[in-house]
Each structure stands twice: as C-alpha cells, then as structure tokens.
T-cell receptor
Framework: EDQVTQSPEALRLQEGESSSLNCSYTVSGLRGLFWYRQDPGKGPEFLFTLYSAGEEKEKERLKATLTKKESFLHITAPKPEDSATYLCAVQAMGGGGSYIPTFGRGTSLIVHP | DADVTQTPRNRITKTGKRIMLECSQTKGHDRMYWYRQDPGLGLRLIYYSFDVKDINKGEISDGYSVSRQAQAKFSLSLESAIPNQTALYFC?????????????FGPGTRLTVL
C-alpha cells in the first residue's frame, strides 16, 4: 500500500528564517511526486512535479528535491505570504486505482513578520 | 474565470436531506475526482472518473454517489446526509501529460450537516 508521511505537522518560522519540509513515501514504483500549496478555505494549488531521484525544481523561494525515499521542500528566506499548508502526493506506476495520487496530511507553515 | 468551479460554495443542511454538489471544468480534461478534507486527515478520495462512461469508487465512497453528466461536469450526491459528512469537499481534474497526472482543484464546498 502506498504511504505518504509529511513532517513536521506544523512549523512556525520568523520571516527570513529558512527551513525544510519533509515528505517520506513508500510506493511500488514512483511515477511522480507532487507538491501543492493550500491556503485556508481554498483548493490545493499545484507547485511542482518531480519524477526521479536527484531531480530538483525551483519557484521563487521554494525548492523541491527528491531522493528514492523522500522529498524536501526547502523554503529560503520565507515571507509571511508563504504561510499555507503544503501537501505532498505520490503517483505510482500501474493502471486503474493505483494510478490515483496518494496525499500526505500536509505541513502547516506560519511565517511571522 | 476559474478553470474548475464548484457550487454551492457553502451549504448547511439537516440530517436525512439529499444534497448535490456540482463541479464544472473548462480545462478540457477527461479525468475528474471528488475528495473530502477533514482537519488532521488530509484529502481522501471519494470517487473518480477517467471518462464519461467510467466511474470508480475511492477509499470512502459509502454514503455517496456520483454522476458524470458530460466531460465537463461531475456531481456528487449525498442521498441522506449525516453529521459525520460535515467536511470540505473538493473537485479536481487531471490530464495525462507525459508520465504523470497533475491535478487541478476547485475552490471547495464547505458542507455542514446538522
């Protein structure tokens, strides 16, 4: 069974204090790993897709990396507007129901000014 | 205009009532999904549809039904609502691009069952 575990559950940072969020996964053949951002009361918004170990992607202050067992979302010099819940999801090889992404429970990030 | 829309955005109803949540998309995607989100539990899949003639149960389909009226429309029904169905409901669409499906979510419907 595919599993996705995100840590920490909640993270409070001061503005400018860099940190990382973790997504550990167990899947029988990774097709892709996704990162989403979710603001309170809104739908998740797509950030990145990573396909293979060693891959990195960046967007503004966010950088996502991938190994064979986990992914990190690095936040460099965060600003209050980066406050949100960050969701990780994995998509496995195979067809049918196994193709549906499995989501972690998310990390709630608060950045204080 | 939003690519994925959900109606209503908020709904309060009573136990035993029938409720329909609607989702429409203009992205032209074949695949559509319904999720519910509860605090501390993350997103859980209710139903998914890979095309108009294909409907599949997700991990928590009991108490729910769906209808795929067209490529662009996917509705979720609660035949007899109960309080533990109080949650935030999201519709999503996806289209295979290369090796993966990227999902695009609607704004959500906040449902309260009294």
């Amino acid at each position: 069974e595919d599993q996705v575990t995100q840590s920490p559950e909640a993270l409070r940072l001061q503005e400018g204090e860099s940190s990382s969020l973790n997504c550990s996964y167990t899947v029988s053949g990774l097709r892709g790993l996704f990162w989403y951002r979710q603001d309170p009361g809104k739908g998740p918004e797509f950030l990145f897709t990573l396909y293979s170990a060693g891959e990195e992607k960046e967007k503004e202050r966010l950088k996502a990396t991938l190994t064979k067992k986990e992914s990190f979302l690095h936040i460099t010099a965060p600003k209050p507007e980066d406050s949100a819940t960050y969701l990780c999801a994995v998509q496995a090889m195979g067809g049918g129901g196994s193709y549906i992404p499995t989501f972690g429970r998310g990390t709630s990030l608060i950045v204080h000014p | 205009d939003a690519d994925v829309t959900q109606t209503p955005r908020n709904r309060i109803t009573k136990t035993g009532k029938r409720i329909m949540l609607e989702c429409s998309q203009t992205k032209g995607h074949d695949r559509m999904y319904w999720y519910r989100q509860d605090p501390g539990l993350g997103l859980r899949l209710i139903y998914y549809s890979f095309d108009v003639k294909d409907i599949n149960k997700g991990e928590i389909s009991d108490g729910y039904s769906v209808s795929r009226q067209a490529q662009a429309k996917f509705s979720l029904s609660l035949e007899s609502a109960i309080p533990n169905q109080t949650a935030l409901y999201f519709c999503a669409t996806s289209d295979v691009q290369g090796a993966t499906d990227t999902q695009y979510f609607g704004p959500g419907t906040r449902l309260t069952v009294l």
